[in-house]
């Protein structure tokens, strides 16, 4: 699936191109550089971020209730302790994967059509994290006292307990965060001084100058800067893997039937990968299309991400199909009654929208008619994202629920609080995401200025 | 085109930049400093009482044992405050018109305790034994401090879960033999570690550190 391979070979290059021809270097700027610094007035740029801006307010009054009065006013309990908080969380986290994927492993990998998406895909997860991130703290009991997760110097003399998986996703988030961050930035700066050196107003040349930190562009920070950027991906490529190992440990350390699996690592970094790149598309899509990006979001890249989607899927797919089989295989008695409780238990729903959704539609991706159809890739990612919601729902609710005594049973119902933080926290994201659009260049300038100077060039 | 920052702006990002590092370091280090300081503590800061009851006189001057006046310490969680009775024990006797004592006087005659300010208080979520310490050969003095040169009583300690912890994990380090436990002169021996290694042996102490030991 080399692009460079498939370019020469495919006829059809309206379909292969990393990049549509005619653009040079400056047009390659303007193009980009004005939707930040256009003057134009964007009306669906205001609506969108109106209705996310007030879904953010509606998180606000929620998490302030919650601060008020306590975890008790979501539908959780005992035996379901964790449930949308957790959900959202692992949700969240996962779909941040794509972003790192994109910006450091295909980065040494060196293929050329992550330019194009690699800006939007790290601010994607840099806010995915964010939004993963607020949801075990607003879990703890007492969430001012959130700091105690880390290992510092407190008047207790006491660490945090290093063999829960628990504080090792303090570690994994934090890290993740920090590392993603840095590299959006890094990334960032040559863009920053092109915005500045275009921008028209004293204000706006201060404000991107500053965030620019003074790059001139000269051959020694072109030097240091493809270091750092080097580094900075080997930094993040473990990452990938790491962070929703890490996640998936939270439940695979545990001895509930559904989590004691040991498959749970590399199922749940395929599964996050595949919802991360559902959510790229979901983003990507309308992007270019509202800010007319076809030429520099083009086919290729949907084709190539819709075969990602495949193959990340069929690893979700064969997780599914392995603890079905490990349940029967095991002949645990309680493994076995867990896979029975979701296949035919009270939850069946949420466990067969799951393999409708996250299995059968995603096979469509086979055809080719498929993957050059803008609006059916767009379902499908739609249709990924909302089931990969539901696979964290069903392996975190369907296995608390009836554990080894049935005497504890007990179903579960969120509350509308739990609803208003999980449509929040998608306020959340999408404000981030549409302030992000406005204020800053959402595909790599000085990439894609090389990218027209490679094209050229073949 | 014209620069859009004057060249001073070199030196003042340099500053920021490294200014951020200590920023980030002050931002730890101050609240850190603050939680332990006795402005938060309040860790020896005589407390103001109705009765300016004096230890150093009552238990150093005089050499009343602690546990006239504190007595269900060798028996219960708490050490006990004494009622304005022991207090008259002597007081019907001796300064028994000095003004400075008619807030006794007073309280006996209208049969109403004295409001003492707590000086030494642990939160609600602890379970503390004082017994147990006692016949473990924990001195009075060690968590009270110089309890004989107190003229207004001060907590000696700051009370944090790191100071109990110390010693739970240590004990070797404060134990005393059983019979020094109420002296409030006594210093621990240069060997201490040697000696109190034998006493924890000896007096069967256990280094309990469970979360349940103390929050029950």
């Not at chain 1, 800067?225 to 962070?243: D, Q």
């Not at chain 2, 004592?101 to 049969?111: G, H, K, M, N, Y």
């Not at chain 2, 110390?166 to 033999?177: F, G, I, S, T």
Request: proline share 5%.
């Amino acid at each position: 699936m080399a692009p460079n391979g498939e370019q020469s070979s495919d006829n059809a290059t309206k379909a292969s191109a990393v990049i549509e021809p005619g653009y040079t270097i400056n047009t390659v700027s303007d193009k980009i550089s004005s939707i930040v610094l256009g003057q134009r007035r964007r009306i669906g740029w205001f609506g969108g971020f109106t209705v996310a801006f007030l879904l953010l307010m509606m998180l606000l009054f929620a998490v302030s209730y919650l601060f008020v009065i306590g975890v008790g006013i979501w539908g959780v309990g005992i035996p379901v302790a964790w449930a949308f908080a957790i959900v959202s969380f692992v949700w969240w986290v996962g779909i941040g994967h794509a972003g790192t994927l994109i910006s450091a492993i295909l980065l040494l990998l060196h293929q050329k059509w992550r330019t194009s998406i690699n800006r939007t895909a790290e601010a994607m997860t840099i806010f995915a994290v964010l939004c993963a991130g607020m949801f075990p703290l607003l879990h703890l009991g007492r969430p001012w006292l959130f700091y105690w997760l880390f290992p510092y110097p407190n008047t207790m003399w006491y660490w945090p307990q290093f063999r829960s998986p628990l504080v090792w996703d303090v570690f994994a988030v934090s890290t993740y965060l920090t590392v993603s961050l840095l590299f959006w930035f890094v990334g960032l700066i040559p863009d920053l001084a092109t915005i500045r050196d275009r921008a028209r107003s004293r204000f706006k040349q201060v404000v991107y100058g500053i965030l620019a930190m003074g790059w001139r562009g000269s051959a020694v920070h072109w030097k240091r800067y493809e270091t750092a950027s080097l580094l900075l991906a080997g930094l993040a490529t473990p990452l990938v893997v790491s962070v929703h190992t890490v996640v998936s440990f939270d439940f695979a350390i545990a001895i509930l039937p559904g989590w004691h699996t040991t498959i749970f690592p590399p199922y749940f970094v395929a599964g996050a990968i595949y919802s991360g790149f559902a959510m790229v598309l979901c983003l990507a899509i309308p992007l270019r299309k509202a800010y007319g990006l076809e030429d520099f979001i083009t086919m290729y890249h949907l084709d190539i991400m819709a075969k990602l989607l495949l193959a990340t899927g069929s690893v979700v797919a064969y997780g599914y199909l392995m603890e079905a089989f490990m349940a029967f295989y095991s002949a645990d008695v309680f493994e076995a009654y867990e896979t029975q409780n979701r296949v035919d238990g009270p939850y069946r729903v949420a466990y067969w929208c799951l393999i409708i959704f996250n299995v059968l539609i995603p096979q469509a991706l086979w055809s080719k008619r498929v993957r050059r159809s803008v609006k059916a890739i767009f379902i499908e990612a739609l249709f990924i994202n909302c089931a990969m919601w539901l696979e964290r729902f069903v392996i975190i609710v369907i296995s608390l629920h009836r554990d080894f005594m049935p005497s504890a049973w007990r179903m579960y119902g969120p509350s509308q609080w739990d609803w208003m933080t999980l449509f929040g926290s998608v306020g959340l994201f999408f404000t981030l995401f549409y302030l992000f659009i406005r204020y800053l260049p959402m595909i790599s300038i000085y990439e894609m200025r090389e990218l027209v100077t490679e094209t050229a060039n073949e | 085109m014209a620069q859009v920052f004057h060249h001073s702006t070199n030196l003042i990002s340099r500053l920021t930049v490294y200014g951020a590092f200590v920023a980030i370091l002050a931002a730890g280090f101050v609240p850190w400093l603050i939680d332990r300081s006795p402005y938060n503590t309040e860790q020896n800061v005589p407390r103001e009482q109705p009765i300016p009851f004096s230890h150093r006189h009552h238990a150093n001057e005089l050499g009343i044992d602690c546990r006239y006046c504190h007595t269900s310490v060798e028996q219960s969680a708490f050490a006990g405050l004494p009622p304005t009775e022991t207090c008259m024990t002597c007081h019907s006797q001796i300064w028994k018109t000095s003004p400075m004592l008619e807030p006794v006087r007073a309280s006996f005659r209208d049969d109403r305790s004295i409001e003492w300010t707590r000086v030494n208080a642990l939160p609600e979520f602890v379970y503390f034994d004082h017994s147990i310490h006692i016949s473990k050969g924990i001195g009075c003095t060690t968590c009270h401090g110089p309890i004989g040169e107190m003229t207004i009583t001060w907590a000696a300690t700051q009370m944090k879960m790191g100071w109990c912890l110390d010693c739970h994990r240590q004990p070797e380090k404060y134990v005393r033999p059983k019979d020094q436990v109420f002296s409030i002169s006594y210093q621990p021996p240069p060997n201490q570690l040697e000696l109190g290694r034998r006493l924890v042996k000896e007096y069967k102490i256990y280094s309990l550190q469970d979360c349940v030991t103390c929050h029950r």
